[in-house]
């Protein structure tokens, strides 16, 4: 029995097979800009979002709007060590806790809201 490879789709370039290496690599490439602008609209992007995480705390006089913080406060963290990272390899792993960390962050917000307020 043989089996034939999966033909990847077709991304923006007409590109056929694009393996995941290839994707890690593109998208490192992409964050290497490194550019400040990119880094301070992250920067504000938390920082808004943790400030209406602490207004609904007061609005709703309960604790529970404080709960996507620490989603916050981690992709905070990696937002800072993309700077810092030395390695392609360390470049990947902090722009991946990040999303990972604002998606879980935005999540427990909807979470919160729908559920626990």
């Not at 290496?21 to 943790?50: E, I, M, N």
């Not at 609904?56 to 993309?82: D, F, N």
């Amino acid at each position: 029995m043989n089996a034939t490879p999966q033909q990847s789709p077709p991304v923006s370039n007409g590109e056929q097979n694009v393996e995941v290496d290839d994707l890690a690599a593109k998208l490192v490439a992409f964050v290497r800009l490194r550019s400040p602008r990119v880094h301070r609209a992250l920067a504000v992007t938390l920082g808004v979002l943790a400030v209406v995480c602490l207004l609904a705390t007061v609005t709703r006089a309960s604790a529970a709007p404080l709960l996507p913080l620490a989603g916050l406060a981690v992709a905070g963290v990696a937002a800072w060590r993309v700077r810092t990272a030395a390695t392609d390899r360390q470049l990947l792993v902090q722009v991946t806790v990040f999303g990972c960390a604002v998606a879980v962050a935005l999540w427990s917000m909807s979470f919160v809201a729908r559920n626990l307020v």
